[in-house]
């Protein structure tokens, strides 16, 4: 999530937190690493459903064709890999906002 300011960054927060399942007693509680760790606990849950579909799928289509996709092949479209260079770069820019945003320049 990439945001220009703390507040837009609290706001869109909240949002997820919401989304997430969480009250707003529950999110008024939490430290933003907290919720940033949940974000990562879900997003890890999720891709490991869709890698147990992609299974189920690859072997539903496997009759039907020549070459069946693999349950990777079926995967890797939804989660495109991020290069290390590119991961810097994101950790970077989220740095620098943060550092903007409280004044520590």
Known sequence: MTCRS?????TESE???Y???LKP???DDLQPSELLKMV????E???REDERRAYFTSWAIAPMTMKPPSPIDIVRPLYPAETAAEEKARREADEAAL???FGME
């Open 45 to 47: 849950r999720t891709r």
């Open 19 to 21: 989304a997430l399942g």
């Open 99 to 101: 550092r903007r945003d």
């Open 40 to 43: 990562d606990g879900y997003r």
């Open 15 to 17: 949002k997820v937190a």
């Open 25 to 27: 007693r529950e999110f």
């Open 6 to 10: 703390f507040e837009e960054w609290a």
